[in-house]
């Protein structure tokens, strides 16, 4: 399935966009586009690299990058296969002050990839065996940069223009130090402040209806709910 495909916008085959809102408050906005049997959807949550604690610069990258990695029904190749299997995968990008989960899938596998993306964004269990992989891996991509003056350049630019102890200022990917002391309460805590579907938007692209977006939000996301707040552990990051 052809990324530019799902992506051509025509007018002639596309309808206003349509927006709701679930009892819980999560927000849904479908832009129905008929022609194609794909759906282009994503979830949009207000949160980023901004919430990051000052002495754990990266948690909300990895605590994004976790996600994915195991949840209370699934195991990450688990979640992997299921995507596979539609000739999907789930990205998940994090941002400076938005975190977006997203796939592109035919129409006929939308409830499946919904309830998918759902399990994945409500139910993360952050395995310690998972959060140690994946340590590694982004402490060796640190490591590399060591040599690689353009990817130094870009991990102090933020800093020298928003200032180190900005929100703005730090690399979004974090630094060896944090990425040493992250322990999984770190990733727990900021997924259950961050993560609600009052700050959360359902965006769906293509030969769906609202109507049909309603029905599968209602039974997939309907009983998401705010969890409980940040422990002390995170609150000591915060105040460095």
């Not at 906005?29 to 949160?47: I, N, Q, S, Y």
């Not at 130094?152 to 040493?180: C, F, K, M, Q, W």
Request: hydrophobic letters at 40%; aromatic letters at 6%.
């Amino acid at each position: 399935m052809g990324g530019n495909r799902l992506c051509s916008f025509s007018p002639a085959n596309s309808k206003p966009s349509r927006s709701q809102r679930l009892a819980n408050g999560l927000n849904l906005l479908v832009v129905e586009k008929r022609g194609l049997p794909a759906v282009a959807f994503g979830l949009l949550l207000d949160t980023g690299g901004v919430k990051d604690p000052l002495a754990l610069p990266g948690l909300a990258a990895f605590s994004t990058a976790m996600l994915q990695e195991g949840t209370a029904k699934r195991t990450s190749q688990q979640i992997a296969n299921e995507f596979e299997f539609m000739g999907s995968h789930l990205a998940a990008v994090n941002g400076r002050e938005r975190t977006v989960l997203a796939a592109e899938t035919l129409s006929r596998h939308l409830p499946k990839a919904m309830e998918l993306m759902a399990d994945v964004v409500q139910n993360p269990t952050f395995p310690e065996r998972e959060i140690d992989r994946v340590r590694s891996e982004r402490l060796t991509s640190l490591r590399r940069m060591r040599d690689d003056p353009t990817a130094l350049t870009g991990r102090v630019a933020a800093g020298l223009i928003y200032g180190r102890e900005s929100s703005y200022g730090h690399p979004l990917s974090g630094n060896e130090d944090a990425l040493e002391a992250l322990s999984r309460e770190h990733l727990v805590d900021f997924f259950l402040g961050n993560y609600n579907p009052e700050s959360a938007t359902f965006v769906a692209v293509g030969d769906v209806s609202m109507e049909e977006v309603m029905r599968l939000a209602e039974e997939y996301l309907g009983n998401w709910k705010p969890q409980s707040s940040r422990s002390e552990t995170l609150d000591e990051a915060t105040n460095g």
